[in-house]
């Protein structure tokens, strides 16, 4: 089965790279104008200017002056989750803050009661919507995450949904286990029995079920420790599951040493973030990812210091943090905008960040996240555009106009 793309304005070829875009090559892109682009057996096979075209395939797809680029690859997300949040959303307005809102039992604590309340099937019919609109935005691999169950039997529950939408997703799906990601309620004042639980209970049977390929906490003020998270973080390394997790949000206070040290594939957040963690990640594999749509929903004025993680090498991709709290969009060209406006990444910068090296905060770099020969052809067609940075420019508009996966 092959596929010919034909009358690509541009199409964005990855440069071949060993190891995440870091410092000055994290801007470089390589492209050739009026190309077309041959897919066989769902994988890119060639390319060339359209001066010399093949003349057969078994389809062909007209890209009608549009750019080709390699889909995006949204490393971190909650896709699944039973209900929006919009009344948290006018509580902030009216002054509270995220954290005001969760001491309360709402923020994480709302999202699990209204799960553990959600039947499985309704979970996933509800997240295969979110994936849909998300692919059409742009995004053609996807982490999800656990997190609102908080609970054997619903942690499970939202793993075996994650599995079940792997089995039907048009994209490749990565699953993430975030037992720790609030305290429940009947848990405040024993903290270490719900620890137990996880270390105990939840890992082995998602080991068992083989249900997760990471494991993250939420290592933050009010929410897990430093001690906590390095527990968790050992534990999870006894089966295999490699750390992905959340630190540095509202406050600096270990989190990212604590990764480093059980050789995390990725540090989400970063919105505070001193010197010497900076000098720490500059000198690991770790990558850090950026999530701009967070702080940007919160109206919170730290952004990750994101100019200063490339003049020091570190290796840094874009998520788009989807979730019913923090961040109710996966639109991943909207994350670009905010990257360039808000984290002063050139428009290249940003792109790089959020295709080849969010592929890496997968370890889908061999697969995906960028268009070389051998890779997946997972692909966006835009409209035509004047330049790369159009997009992030033109923010809030959909300049995909369609998709493809191999
Ligand atoms: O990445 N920070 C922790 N977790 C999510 C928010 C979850 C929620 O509020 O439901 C985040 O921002
Ligand atoms: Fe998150």
């Avoid at 080709?68 to 997300?77: E, G, N, Q, R």
């Avoid at 990471?214 to 001690?227: H, M, P, Q, W």
């Avoid at 594999?285 to 109206?299: V, Y």
């Avoid at 004047?386 to 369609?402: D, I, Q």
Wanted: hydrophobic share 45%; glycine share 6%; proline share 5%.
């Amino acid at each position: 089965m092959s596929k010919l793309i034909i009358n690509i304005a541009k199409l964005y070829l990855g440069t071949d790279t060993k190891s995440p875009l870091i410092a000055d090559k994290l801007a470089e892109v390589i492209f050739i104008e009026n190309a077309w682009l041959l897919i066989v057996h769902g994988r890119i096979a060639d390319w060339g200017n359209m001066e010399l075209c093949p003349e057969r395939a078994d389809e062909i797809i007209d890209a009608e002056g549009g750019y080709v680029l390699p889909a995006f690859v949204d490393s971190h997300t909650h896709l699944v989750f039973a209900a929006p949040r919009e009344q948290e959303f006018v509580q902030r307005i009216q002054g509270l803050s995220y954290q005001e809102i969760a001491q309360k039992g709402g923020g994480i604590l709302n999202s699990a009661r209204r799960l553990s309340a959600c039947s499985e099937d309704q979970l996933l019919e509800d997240a295969f919507a979110r994936l849909q609109e998300v692919v059409s935005y742009g995004t053609g691999a996807i982490e999800i995450k656990s997190g609102y169950g908080l609970s054997v039997e619903a942690e499970l529950k939202m793993l075996r949904v994650i599995r079940r939408l792997k089995e039907i997703s048009p994209i490749p799906i990565k699953a993430s286990f975030l037992g720790a990601h609030a305290m429940p309620m009947e848990f405040k004042e024993n903290r270490s029995a719900y620890i137990n639980l996880i270390l105990d209970e939840m890992l082995p049977r998602i080991a068992n079920e083989g249900l997760a390929d990471y494991i993250d906490v939420f290592c933050e003020k009010g929410f897990y420790s430093t001690e906590e998270t390095d527990l968790i973080l050992n534990a999870g390394a006894k089966y295999g599951l490699k750390p992905k997790i959340h630190c540095n949000q509202f406050n600096s206070m270990g989190g990212i040493e604590t990764a480093i040290k059980y050789n995390a594939v990725s540090v989400d957040h970063l919105e505070v973030l001193n010197d010497t963690e900076i000098d720490a990640l500059s000198k690991s594999k770790t990558i850090a990812t950026l999530l701009p749509t967070a702080p940007f929903f919160l109206n919170d004025d730290h952004f990750p210091p994101a100019r200063k993680l490339v003049e020091s090498k570190v290796a840094i991709a874009l998520a788009s943090d989807f979730n019913p709290g923090t961040s109710p969009s996966g639109n991943m060209q909207f994350v670009l905008s905010l990257a360039c406006i808000k984290l002063r990444l050139t428009p290249e910068e940003a792109f790089n960040a959020a295709t080849i090296n969010a592929a890496y905060a997968l370890e889908m770099d061999g697969e995906l996240g960028s268009i070389s020969k051998g890779k997946k052809a997972n692909l966006m067609i835009t409209v035509p555009m004047p330049s790369l940075a159009f997009m992030p420019y033109y923010f809030g508009a959909n300049l995909v106009k369609r998709m493809i996966f191999s």
